[in-house]
């Protein structure tokens, strides 16, 4: 759903809006993939979010209470399908109530109801990614002068973990902790949160604040999922019998964004030359890579883009998410000569080239700008 025609469905849904309600619309480029609403008052927030991921559409509703003081005593959170209704076999509904020194969950399903208490000092939820209007009540409290840089945080499952607040000066605060994602958010002098930036997390959506009095189900009705956003694919390059070269990686698109120094691969970051899992080189021959030497096995490849050069890393752990990278592993790195793509590429494309039988060549190409590197093959025994 495109933000312009998802802007004229919630005007038609809109009803008259309260003071204290509010929506943010999260896109991911040119892309809608969830909107949420709330309503703050001095008691509680109470809201609902709606997200379109994978092959699903799935809504949260969500409800903080708050004591006299501004601190949490309790919450619910239910996770919905489309339609409002419970997934199959899952919990209907999660409740907690927090005191002084515990948190207490109980997990809700048709049939049961699931209790856990644990010691916990002045508690709050977890929230889910996309829910991000209940922070507000943590921005009250530092305001006031309370200490919300770990607080403890009880999630739908799992244990008590710590979620907070960190200043970054001016009206802008950075997520920490056991977050999904150290999001940035903006916040007025009221503590109303006006935009989440995710810019400099693998999760790249942005969102501002907007009217609350939407109808979230009837946005659930007319949102579709969006399928795979980054597919996985597999690339490869012989070189004489029994010699080959693969890459596993996956397939971002730039949907509108800036890429070389922009949003996608920020200067200096190390990003993971993909999406999702970290991208994997397996080689069944020796290879030689700038000044590196390379046993045949299996590496993960990441890209440093910065002022002085873009350059491709090579690294000796394999198996993790493309955000678990280790520098201690790696095995050293080399300049990719960078170019200008004859046309825009807007879905990463890995390309390997054998150009003879002991020397090969990866190719980068994203947006505007190509990376090149070539390697040498130990010939066959």
């Not at 409740?95 to 916990?120: L, W």
């Not at 109303?192 to 604040?209: E, H, I, M, Y």
């Not at 993790?320 to 095995?331: K, R």
Request: charged share 20%; proline share 5%.
């Amino acid at each position: 759903m495109r933000p312009l025609l998802l802007s004229i469905a919630l005007l038609a849904c809109a009803t008259p809006l309260s003071a204290q309600s509010a929506s943010l619309v999260y896109t991911l480029g040119k892309d809608t993939v969830a909107i949420e609403q709330w309503t703050r008052s001095a008691t509680s927030v109470d809201g609902e979010m709606v997200q379109r991921n994978g092959a699903a559409v799935a809504r949260i509703r969500y409800r903080l209470a708050l004591g006299r003081d501004g601190r949490p005593t309790g919450g619910e959170l239910a996770r919905m399908q489309a339609d409002g209704t419970p997934f199959p076999g899952a919990a209907k509904l999660t409740r907690f109530t927090f005191t002084a020194d515990s948190a207490v969950r109980e997990v809700v399903f048709a049939d049961s109801t699931q209790r856990r208490a644990f010691a916990a000092r002045q508690a709050t939820m977890n929230l889910p990614t996309f829910v991000y209007g209940p922070f507000e009540a943590l921005a009250a409290l530092r305001r006031r002068g309370a200490a919300v840089d770990s607080v403890p945080a009880l999630g739908t499952g799992g244990n008590v973990t710590a979620i907070g607040l960190q200043a970054l000066g001016g009206d802008t605060v950075r997520l920490r902790g056991a977050v999904p994602y150290q999001m940035l958010l903006r916040l007025d002098a009221r503590d109303r949160l006006l935009s989440v930036d995710g810019s400099f997390t693998t999760n790249k959506v942005l969102a501002t604040r907007g009217d609350g009095g939407l109808d979230i189900a009837a946005i659930a009705r007319a949102m579709r999922p969006t399928g795979v956003l980054s597919v996985r694919e597999t690339v490869r390059a012989a070189f004489g019998p029994g010699g080959m070269v693969l890459l596993d990686y996956g397939r971002p698109h730039v949907r509108e964004r800036s890429v070389w120094g922009g949003t996608l691969v920020p200067l200096d970051s190390i990003w993971r030359a993909g999406a999702n899992d970290a991208t994997h080189l397996f080689t069944t021959r020796t290879l030689t890579l700038g000044g590196m030497t390379l046993a045949p096995g299996m590496y993960t490849l990441w890209v440093q883009h910065t002022r002085a050069g873009t350059f491709l890393i090579v690294n000796r752990q394999t198996g993790q998410w493309g955000t678990q990278y280790d520098p201690a592993q790696d095995v050293g790195r080399v300049e990719l000569a960078m170019g200008a793509t004859p046309a825009h590429v807007e879905e990463l494309t890995i390309t390997l080239r054998a150009l003879g039988p002991v020397r090969g060549a990866i190719d980068l190409a994203w947006a505007d700008r190509m990376g090149t590197v070539q390697f040498g093959v130990s010939a066959p025994r």
